[in-house]
Nanobody, 124 residues
Framework: QVQLVESGGGLVQAGGSLGLSCVAS????????IGWFRQAPGQERQFVAA????????NYADSVKGRFTISRDNAEKTVYLQMDSLKSEDTGVYYC?????????????????WGKGTQVSVSS
């Protein structure tokens, strides 16, 4: 089992930056692939970024490529999402999720565990 807790959300102006953290508990964290998703009011949850268990294969949604960076520290059981050049459309609740399988990283249905989310609000 893996429990996930996100932090670092807040209110920021467009063009600014925020760094999110996802801290995990559980002995096998290093074997899980981690993804970040976001959900805006009235919209479906959408994929943002994902990283492999080794941290060597990040991938990103086209909408955040070049602005967001995902990384992980297995010793600290933490995954990070650095968000730069934020836009109003980045507003939403950001969730981290863990999956054991190597299936499609962008599909939320492939994830086994979810955090409760942290709110990110970008004012224009």
């Amino acid at each position: 089992q893996v429990q996930l807790v996100e932090s670092g959300g807040g209110l920021v102006q467009a063009g600014g930056s925020l760094g999110l953290s996802c801290v995990a508990s559980g002995r096998t964290f290093s074997r899980y692939r981690i993804g970040w998703f976001r959900q805006a009011p009235g919209q479906e949850r959408q994929f943002v970024a994902a990283i492999s268990w080794s941290g060597t294969s990040p991938n990103y949604a086209d909408s955040v490529k070049g602005r967001f960076t995902i990384s992980r520290d297995n010793a600290e059981k933490t995954v990070y999402l650095q968000m730069d050049s934020l836009k109003s459309e980045d507003t939403g609740v950001y969730y981290c999720a863990a999956r054991y399988s190597g299936a499609d990283a962008s599909a939320s249905s492939n994830y086994d565990y979810w955090g409760k989310g942290t709110q990110v609000s970008v004012s224009s």
